[in-house]
């Protein structure tokens, strides 16, 4: 069975930090595009960042620049996310994604083939 398991989500304050974490099983993911989305109950999901397959090329939503750092482990078929300056609009469920196709556009959710199951933020005092 092929799954992507996201981990690393709660409650935070203000300010705080958290590294999610996202797994893949069932497959390869290393040549993978790779993604975070996040989504506010009753909105739309939103592009929050995206790796190539290498990890060389790295895209982020304007929003999230310069708080949020995306990596990966192809080694370990592990993608992360680390939050800084956490704030209270960046509470949403968070998802992974990957995109097996030939052609890749990072910020569009219709390019990405493989979900996880979302891991709630939530940032609060």
């Known amino acids: 069975q092929v799954q992507l398991v996201e981990s690393g989500g709660g409650l935070v304050p203000p300010g705080g930090s958290l590294k999610l974490a996202c797994v893949g099983s069932g497959r390869t993911f290393k040549y993978d595009a790779m993604g975070w989305f996040r989504q506010i109950l009753g909105k739309e999901r939103e592009f929050v960042a995206a790796?190539?397959?290498?990890?060389?090329?790295?895209y982020y939503a304007e929003s999230v620049e310069d708080r949020f750092t995306i990596s990966r482990d192809n080694s370990k078929e592990t993608l992360y996310l680390q939050m800084d300056s956490l704030r209270p609009e960046d509470t949403a469920v968070y998802y992974c994604?990957?995109?097996?196709?030939?052609?890749?556009?990072?910020?569009?959710?219709?390019?990405?083939?493989?979900w996880g199951q979302g891991t709630q933020v939530t940032v609060s005092s």
């Open positions: 790796i190539s397959w290498s990890g060389g090329s790295k």
């Open positions: 994604a990957a995109d097996s196709g030939s052609r890749w556009d990072p910020e569009n959710s219709d390019d990405y083939n493989y």
